[in-house]
Each structure stands twice: as structure tokens, then as C-alpha cells.
């Protein structure tokens, strides 16, 4: 009985330590998702976009801040090297997919976003906020103009 006594209360620790161990090496083996291809991105439906980007975001929720910043920087790299021309009609893709969408369904789109960043914190709003002005910074004059024609007036 002794012995049984002894072997649990050592066993137990061990196993809760190799458990451990195992789940930080799984961790420390995340490694980021790939960049998805911007084009290939355009071809898929609404709904396998929104499929993708949930895998996407359970995936960078894995990952440390720098991982998930590397990977966000990486996509705009992509999105950068795409001509002008390239992005326009990516665009043009997306906001013809918008407004074809039913307005109940534009509606809960909106809010999840919404709500996706209300539940950011302060810091990463203020990230957020900061590469976005950082990608307007480099669209070529017509694009930004072209950009501020489509956004809503308020």
C-alpha cells in the first residue's frame, strides 16, 4: 500500500511534466500558415474565404506576437508586388462580391469585423490603425483618390 502511495504521488508529477513538455514542444513547432496567393484568394467563394481566414486566424492565435506580425507583413509584401492594375481588379472582384451579397448577409459580415475589433486591445487597435495608414502611404496617388471616391461619406 505504501509503495502504491509512493508510486502515485511520483507518477503523477512525471506524467503532468512530460505532458507539459509535449505541449511546449508542439508549440515551440507551430510555425506560421503561408501566405495565401492574393489571386487564388479572388477565386475562391465567400464562403471558402471565410472558412480559410478561420483557419488562418486559430492558426496565428497559436503563434507568438512576432510570428503574427511576420505573417501580416508578409501578405502585404505580396499584396504589394502585384501591379497596380492587378490590385484594381482585385479590388473590383471584392466589391462586386459585396454588393451582390444579400444586405442581411453584408450586415453580419460588418458586424463581425466590428466585433473582432472591439475585442482587440487598445495596443493592437493602435497596430492595426498604424498599418493600414502605412499601406495608404504607399498607393499611388490614383489609387488613393480612387479609394477615397469609394469609401462612404459620412
Known sequence: MITGTIMKNHLLP???????????????????PAVPDPQEWARMSPEQQAQRRAELRQQLERLPPAERRAFREQ?????ETLSPEQRQALAAQARERWQAMPPEERRRLAEERRAQIQAMSPAQRRELLQQRRAMLEKLSPEERRALR??????
Open 14 to 32: 512525471t506524467a503532468v511534466l512530460a505532458l507539459s513538455l509535449a505541449a511546449l514542444s508542439g508549440m515551440a513547432q507551430a510555425k506560421p
Open 75 to 79: 501578405m502585404r509584401e505580396r499584396l
Open 149 to 154: 471616391e469609394r469609401l462612404p461619406s459620412e
